[in-house]
Nanobody, 115 residues
Framework: RLVLVESGGGSVQAGGSLRLSCAAS????????MSWYRQAAGKEREFVSG???????THADSAKGRFTISQDKAEKTVYLQLSSLNLEDTAMYYC?????????WGQGTQVSVSS
């Protein structure tokens, strides 16, 4: 079983920054890709950024130039550095791990941006 726990969310003013963390535990050896998604109130969940086992990175257009994804393999943790936050970034942020043929999700961490 694979468990993901996100942390680092909070309330911040527009233009501010936050660093989200996603720690994996359990059967982590099967993970080949980890990514961040977000879901704003009343909207569908959307992809934000992903990082593959080989370090390959993908970003949604909304994240390019503002968000940075990184990983610490030894700690089995993926980070998402959020910068230049704006009101549209307010959402629940979820971590996803692709493991074999299955996807595992964390419980989410809330990011709230105010003007």
């Amino acid at each position: 079983r694979l468990v993901l726990v996100e942390s680092g969310g909070g309330s911040v003013q527009a233009g501010g920054s936050l660093r989200l963390s996603c720690a994996a535990s359990g059967f982590t050896s099967c993970i080949y890709d980890m990514s961040w998604y977000r879901q704003a109130a009343g909207k569908e969940r959307e992809f934000v950024s992903g990082i593959a086992e080989d370090g390959g990175i993908t970003h949604a257009d909304s994240a390019k130039g503002r968000f940075t994804i990184s990983q610490d393999k030894a700690e089995k943790t993926v980070y998402l550095q959020l910068s230049s936050l704006n009101l549209e970034d307010t959402a629940m942020y979820y971590c996803k791990a692709s493991c074999g043929s299955r996807d595992y999700w964390g419980q989410g961490t809330q990011v709230s941006v105010s003007s």
